[in-house]
């Protein structure tokens, strides 16, 4: 759903420049004018919005090809950020080089790293094609524009490629063609929303049988739906981990919270907020 920001600065933070996968969800969840606060690395927006610079952090947290984006899992854990909105964003492929550039020369393509796993069919079909690792599409394009050798191509969105001056080589050379990516909008104050109907959760469990299961059936005794399940280590217990999950109700989400509060060991609500609709 569009962020409406009644009156704030309106100060977005996200990874990448313009022509990112991630500013374009940014235009799509904010849709009102605003600030952009373009970063380099995943953390500097949690940090970015922790510390008041920026009023909306956008994060993609899973890809319908390359799975989960573990560490915005990680980094929602760590702070005291709330979900308010979720989105989910078509992601297509485009191999891009100078203009002049024949896809036969390319020796070295880059992109951020999930991109490049998107990709990996295409690359395989190519080994002749060395494969580096950047911090996001558009910067990747953007480099291979100020370099501008004909030999090396970037993996990036059609709107990096118009921004850059730079042409397609090759087009949606994604793995599949039904690849998207879900985004999540967090800011410091939770959500107040009466449509909430989705609910992000992180908690532990003690070590005994069952209590994953007992878990889930409270959940399902709850009308809750689980839409995600994710789990992830914990810092200093070795072997031991967290689980995070989103769940979707057709009303009273708060009873989903509250049925996994009694049953964890620990529990967060990391967010309440309304559902998007999916785009498959």
Do not use: W
Not at 21 to 45: D, G, L
Not at 152 to 164: G, N, R
Not at 237 to 266: H, M, N, T, W
């Amino acid at each position: 759903m569009p962020l409406k920001f009644y009156g704030m600065t309106k100060r977005v933070a996200y990874q990448g420049i313009r022509g990112s996968f991630s500013s374009m969800a940014a235009r799509a969840m904010a849709q009102e004018p605003f600030e952009p606060v373009e970063t380099s690395r995943f953390r500097e927006i949690f940090e970015h919005v922790a510390a008041g610079r920026a009023d909306l952090g956008i994060l993609p947290i899973e890809n319908a090809l390359a799975g989960s984006v573990h560490e915005n899992y990680d980094l929602l854990g760590e702070f005291q950020l709330s979900i308010v909105a979720e989105h989910y964003l078509p992601v297509e492929l485009h191999l891009v080089a100078p203009v002049g550039a024949e896809l036969v020369g390319v020796r070295q393509v880059s992109s951020h790293p999930k991109a490049l796993e998107q990709c990996s069919k295409f690359l395989e079909e190519r080994p002749q094609i060395a494969k580096i690792s950047s911090s996001d599409t558009a910067g990747a394009a953007q480099e291979v524009a100020r370099l501008n050798d004909t030999s090396m191509a970037a993996i990036a969105s059609e709107e990096a490629a118009c921004e850059q001056g730079l042409q397609i080589l090759a087009r949606s050379i994604q793995n599949h063609g039904m690849n998207a990516t879900r985004f999540v909008a967090v800011r410091a104050a939770p959500n107040t929303t009466s449509a909430a109907n989705k609910c992000s959760l992180l908690f532990t469990l003690p070590h005994q049988p069952g209590s994953l299961a007992r878990i889930l059936t409270a959940i399902a005794d709850a009308n809750g739906n689980v839409t995600k399940i994710e789990s992830r280590p914990i810092t200093g217990k070795p072997f031991e981990y967290g689980f995070y999950i989103d769940v979707q109700a057709a009303s009273e989400i708060s009873s989903v919270a509250r049925a996994v509060e009694c049953l964890a060991s620990s529990s967060r609500v990391l967010g309440l907020y309304e559902a998007a609709a999916p785009l498959f």
